[in-house]
């Protein structure tokens, strides 16, 4: 299993790939945020109830991060990946939840 996140985390491709992930990731939340629902009293709270199960998300993943941290030094793009698996996981549970509290609400369009 290490030997196939060696190879995953070291390649260039998958860097650049997991940035895209993580900007397209990024552009929803915004795109919701200055949407019309996402301006009004619920969607502010659904926004607010997202970003805290995110950050909570955040905490447990900086934790899994921080044990391969010194595997993730040996290489600078290996590094570079784990940062950005990070941030990019923390932005999908974001969205995801995101998207489950607006089903919830009954706001599906």
Request: glycine share 4%; charged share 20%; hydrophobic share 60%.
């Given at each position: 299993m290490i030997e196939w996140l060696t190879v995953l985390f070291d390649s260039r491709v998958f860097l650049?790939?997991?940035a895209i992930l993580g900007f397209v990731l990024l552009g929803f939340f915004i795109f919701f945020y200055f949407s019309r629902e996402g301006?009004?009293?619920?969607?502010?709270?659904l926004i607010a109830t997202a970003s805290?199960?995110?950050?909570?998300?955040?905490?447990?993943?900086?934790?899994v991060g921080a044990f391969f941290f010194g595997w993730a030094m040996d290489?600078?793009?290996?590094?570079?990946?784990l940062i950005q698996t990070v941030y990019t996981l923390f932005l999908l549970s974001?969205?995801?939840?995101?998207?489950?509290?607006?089903?919830?609400?009954g706001d599906t369009q």
């Open positions: 650049q790939a997991n301006r009004d009293e619920r969607g502010r709270g805290l199960a995110a950050f909570i998300v955040l905490f447990v993943l900086l934790n290489n600078i793009v290996r590094l570079a990946n974001a969205d995801i939840a995101l998207q489950m509290l607006k089903d919830l609400a």
